[in-house]
């Protein structure tokens, strides 16, 4: 009687009938068929959670920008009025002190304002005497007959607008031309 080695007996016990194979192949090729089909689907759901999670982050930051604008808007509205203030004071200056050193010191501080104005994005409204007026940057507060300008052109700026980049934080308060033809030497009030 022949010894047999184990490995030999292993092998004896393995089927290797050609239906078997093909049954096992089969059944092999089923399993990486589901294992690819599960692995396309967690692949998809991760790349959509990547992009839905891209744009919570661009949505929060879009957010967060415009809370800080916002936040910025209202002090800049508050550093115009003092903005304001120094205009009046400069404008009221007398004259026997115009050369005045401490005179020089307040418009040198104007400047310095108005360039910090400018470097946070804020502009002036252009509302010079002859510019047409546009509602979505000025605001009448007065007509004037004028024949020096056109009806609908702006005679006077009264107050300085101002647009912070691209909204008009403040619009500026002007006097329009009004016909010829109406009877009144003074401003009119607009109702």
């Given amino acids: 009687m022949s010894q047999r080695t184990r490995a030999q007996e292993r092998v ?17 090729t089923e399993e990486l068929e589901a294992s690819q089909a ?11 959670e ?3 999670f891209a744009n919570y982050r661009r949505r929060t930051a879009e957010e967060r920008e415009a809370m800080l604008g916002l936040a910025g808007e209202d002090l800049i509205r508050k550093v115009l009025a003092l903005a304001d ?38 502009k002036q409204i252009d509302a010079s005497p002859g510019t047409p007026f546009d509602p979505r940057e000025h605001e009448a507060i007065a007509t004037v007959p004028s ?24 619009p500026a ?7 010829t ?11």
């Fill in 38 to 48: 599960k692995s396309e689907e967690y692949l998809a759901g991760l790349q959509r």
């Fill in 181 to 191: 033809n109406e009877s009144a030497d003074a401003a009119q009030p607009i109702n």
């Fill in 50 to 52: 990547r992009a839905e």
């Fill in 85 to 122: 203030d120094f205009d009046l004071a400069i404008e009221a200056r007398p004259p026997e002190i115009s050369g005045d050193p401490w005179v020089e010191g307040v418009a040198a501080i104007d400047r310095k304002l108005r360039a910090l104005l400018e470097s946070e994005g804020v």
């Fill in 173 to 179: 308060l002007v006097a329009v031309a009004a016909p």
């Fill in 147 to 170: 024949t020096e300008h056109g009806e609908g052109e702006i005679v006077e700026e009264i107050r300085r607008g101002y647009r912070l980049r691209d909204r008009v934080v403040r």
């Fill in 12 to 28: 004896d016990e393995i089927d290797i009938s050609p239906t078997k194979l093909l049954a096992d192949i089969e059944k092999l």
